[in-house]
Nanobody, 125 residues
Framework: QVQLVESGGGSAQAGGSLRLSCKHSGDYSGGFCMAWFRQAPGKEREGVATIEFDGSPHYVDYVKGRFTISRDNDKNTLYLQMNSLKPEDTAMYYC???????????????????WGQGTQVTVSS
């Protein structure tokens, strides 16, 4: 059974940095594509970035140049390095995996069958 556990969230000042981690376990837990999504209070969940098994990343425009997604397949861990944080980055951040069921790797929640419980990121101005 695939399990995803996020960590690394917390509070930061605007302009600061945080690094999120997502430890995954289970058969094909890393899958072909993994992703980070986020959801702010009162808003819909939105994609942040995806990464293919070979490390090829894809970003939404509003995090390009600030966030970096990476994965260590040997350590079964997905990362999100967040720099130049803004108050609007405040949200619960979730990692997701396709669990080995390839449906592409664009930033659509429907691609991913496995989700973590989330880690809170709060950015103050």
């Amino acid at each position: 059974q695939v399990q995803l556990v996020e960590s690394g969230g917390g509070s930061a000042q605007a302009g600061g940095s945080l690094r999120l981690s997502c430890k995954h376990s289970g058969d094909y837990s890393g899958g072909f594509c993994m992703a980070w999504f986020r959801q702010a209070p009162g808003k819909e969940r939105e994609g942040v970035a995806t990464i293919e098994f070979d490390g090829s990343p894809h970003y939404v425009d509003y995090v390009k140049g600030r966030f970096t997604i990476s994965r260590d397949n040997d350590k079964n861990t997905l990362y999100l390095q967040m720099n130049s944080l803004k108050p609007e980055d405040t949200a619960m951040y979730y990692c997701a995996s396709d669990g080995g069921n390839w449906r592409g790797c664009d930033i659509r929640a429907s691609i991913f069958g496995y989700w973590g419980q989330g880690t809170q990121v709060t950015v103050s101005s």
